[in-house]
């Protein structure tokens, strides 16, 4: 079997986008507010939006399973307040929830978390119990930083966040460290925003000791990393200047790279730094690199190619692309259990 697990439903229905705009129209005209409920959206749309598109590119690629969250970019928890955030959240991971019931053995859900710049990330830990208790959610995708490219969060190892670790390692669900849309017109949100959370993120837990207090917590770094594969010797060199420890004793018990990486040498880099055990199967497919590589004739988000021609022997290939993935997604390992697989 092989595992995506890292899917947005970036080709949502365009009632969607046509809610969250009259959501925020209604921030300054409360006239125009969309209907709590949510916008309407049959199951026929839903059909027509996933089967042309990531359905047909997981057939044509020979991917089994995605695990399907929210957009990314969409999150957007700069916009608005708490409530805002909370009554879109609560929308789109629905909407996962309903791709994921359509297609049972195809997408698994995600979800996004009511986040917003400035308030308790205490206050997400409902929609954490719901997505997973009631949504079957095996993940959640959480955004270091609110503010949309200005940092305002504390660092993940603040105790601040405590309330959501907490939350996780009891449901026994990792969490991907991903960002949403950039407000700050110094970083472009995915060549640049997406990349520096990555490996910020990184730097962060390098230079606390949130596994110390939490060592069943797990954390799933996107796009290969960012620069933490290709500067894996910069990290090491500052933590021995930081007296900390080497960061294969500290971090990687606990934190997980996925291979949404769009060419051929940096998946090689990748999975020579990192251990195999590390790595996790994805593409991010139908997201921020849609193109043709005209090198090569295929697309650049068509990372199973990469993979496969990196020279892994078969057992360390079936870790990367499925064994891992049921390891650190035990909810994920139950469902497909529960299928016969």
């Not at 925020?24 to 125009?32: C, E, F, I, K, S």
Request: some cysteine.
């Amino acid at each position: 079997m092989i595992i995506d697990i890292h899917g947005h439903y970036t080709t949502a229905p365009a009632p969607l986008g046509q809610w969250r705009d009259a959501q925020v129209a209604a921030l300054t005209d409360p006239l125009r507010a969309p209907d709590p409920a949510g916008p309407a959206i049959g199951d026929d749309e839903i059909r027509a939006s996933i089967e042309t598109n990531q359905l047909r590119l997981m057939d044509e690629r020979g991917i089994d399973v995605t695990v399907f969250s929210p957009r990314a970019s969409f999150m957007a928890h700069h916009i608005g307040d708490f409530a805002t955030s909370a009554a879109w959240a609560r929308i789109c991971n629905d909407l996962c929830h309903r791709v994921s019931e359509l297609y049972p053995d195809r997408f698994v859900p995600g979800a996004m978390l009511p986040q917003s710049p400035g308030v308790d990330p205490a206050t997400v830990v409902p929609e954490i119990e719901r997505a997973v208790l009631e949504l079957g959610a095996v993940t959640v995708s959480l955004n270091p930083d609110p503010s949309g490219g200005h940092w305002t969060a504390p660092p993940l190892t603040d105790r601040s966040w405590y309330p959501v670790w907490e939350k996780l390692v009891e449901l026994d669900v990792p969490a991907m460290v991903h960002v949403s849309t950039s407000c700050n017109p110094a970083f472009h949100t995915t060549g640049a925003h997406y990349l520096n959370a990555d490996t910020t993120a990184f730097m962060q837990l390098l230079t606390g000791d949130l596994f110390a207090d939490f060592p069943d917590l797990r954390l799933v770094i996107p796009h290969g990393g960012g620069a933490v594969p290709y500067h894996w010797g910069r990290f090491r060199g500052l933590a021995q200047a930081l007296g900390r420890p080497e960061p294969e004793e500290s971090l990687l018990r606990n934190v997980f790279f996925d291979t949404c990486v769009y060419h051929q040498p940096g998946i090689d880099l990748l999975l020579e730094v990192m251990p195999v055990e590390n790595v996790l199967f994805a593409s991010e497919m139908v997201g921020a690199v849609r193109g043709v590589d005209p090198r090569t004739g295929h697309h650049f988000d068509d990372t199973r190619r990469y993979v496969e021609k990196a020279g892994l022997t078969p057992d360390d290939l079936a870790a990367v692309e499925e064994r891992n993935a049921r390891r650190v997604y035990p909810r994920l390992d139950a469902r497909l259990a529960a299928q016969g697989r």
